[in-house]
């Protein structure tokens, strides 16, 4: 599967806990999303999810960054069995 995305992220300038002196500035920039990824089963039940993201940025004072993920997939709930059709069957 391939994704792709448009968002906004806004981080408000705050006066640090640990450092007093010291203040975030305020930043705001949109950011834009591609990724692509795959599912591979194992079993009905099992299989495994692998992901790569990236983020990038209109901001030059924010970084863009790259995300991989990797998941155990467990599918919970009854199975369903598939009904096939059968065309012979008398309708009366």
Sequence with gaps: FVHAGYGYAKLNGK?????PDYQAKSLSTNTYIM???WNTWFTPRFGINVQT???????PLASPHIQHSFSLIYKI???????KRNF?????
């Design 77 to 83: 709930g009854e199975e369903k069995k598939s009904k």
């Design 88 to 92: 012979q069957k008398k309708r009366y």
């Design 53 to 59: 993201m990236a983020k990038f940025v209109s901001n």
């Design 35 to 37: 990724g692509f990824g």
């Design 15 to 19: 006066r640090s806990t640990v450092q």
